[in-house]
Structure formats: structure tokens, C-alpha cells
């Protein structure tokens, strides 16, 4: 675990077709519907209708969405090795509101899947099927995103890496802690781990 907490991942230089990438986001979004359907959640892509509800409640959110969404499409639009990979949590009887949205970049240069941003909106609301249960749910989609990866270009599952970062706070970093074997960086509020530990907590999970 030492040479990704300090950043030595080997490169990659295989590209990534754009039809290619719309088909394994389709493909992981249809299998995390599945593990969702039962708790009455659905997942989607961030759509424009997401983008402007972020817009209209940027008052009551905890990040700076306009700023992190700006900042994520100006990467995925100038980087050719830099995919975005986004997805919002809804519930099924109201699809037209995000309970929450994570946003991800998959650098194919360095085989890294990074987490830019992250929100659950319903913290407040106990009674909500998402409270308490988002960041297990974003792994899970992260997952199913890495497998097609896998599947769909060859990415090296034993140097896939999974980043968060700027976690809020220390609490919500020694959260992050706690799941799927995510050391912290040194100096940083990031943390990583490897695609294989986040395959045995998945599997620990599904048992």
C-alpha cells in the first residue's frame, strides 16, 4: 500500500474510445440499479435538470457545487486522458430530484479513479433509503465503473487505484477510513486505495 499512499503508480497509455466509455458507464449505472431497486433508490447520470436543482440550492449545501462542477467538465473537456464519470442518487417516486451526486475522473494515464467531489443531501432526513448509506453505495458504483474498465480496455486491475479527495473534514476522512482498506495521503485530506481492496470489501458485503 506504501507506493500508491505516496503516488507510485505506474503509468498508462492505452486510450479510452468515447463510445467505449458511454457503454461501461451505461453498463455500471444498469447494475447498481439492480442492487438499488429493492430499497426504492434509483441511480442516473448528473443530468441538466440535476446541474440547475444544484444551482437554486447552493444556500443549504455543504460544497461548492457551481465551482466543483465547472472544475470537473473544464478537466474532462481539456484532457484527452481524463474521463468523467458522474452519477446522482434519486428516489424512484421523484426522479427529478438528487438525493446525492458524486463526481469521478478515470485518468487513464495513471490508472487512477478519482473521486472529485461527493454529497449526500439527505443527512438530515433518517428516514430517507440514501441516509447513511451513500458512500457504500458510491464504492459499489465505483466498482461495477472498474470492471468495465477492466472488461472494456484492459485496465491493469493490479495498479487500479481509487482516490477521494478533499475529504470535508477529519470526521468524514476517518470515514472514509474505515471502508475498503483508504489510507490517508501524508499532508492531504485524500485517501486511496487499491481496486483489490475495494473488491474484497464488495464481496464482504454481498455475502
Sequence with gaps: MEDIVNGQCPPRQRPLSATTHKEIIRQALADMNTVLIAGGLTITAVQRADESWLHHNM???????RHLVSR???RTMRYRH??????AFKLQTDPTQPAGICLCIYDVHFNTLE?????????????????GKMFKYV???????????IARCGCDEKTLRIT???AINPHTLRYYLSHADFRQI?????CVTRFSALEAYIENYAR
Design 139 to 149: 464504492l459499489y458504483t465505483l466498482y461495477f465503473y472498474a470492471l468495465g474498465l
Design 59 to 65: 444556500h443549504r449545501l455543504r460544497l461548492n457545487w
Design 115 to 131: 473521486v472529485t467531489a461527493l454529497e449526500n443531501f439527505v443527512t438530515d432526513n433518517a428516514r430517507h433509503p440514501l441516509h
Design 164 to 166: 477521494i479527495r478533499q
Design 186 to 190: 501524508p499532508g492531504s485530506m485524500d
Design 72 to 74: 470537473f467538465d473544464d
Design 82 to 87: 481524463q474521463e468523467g464519470f458522474d452519477f
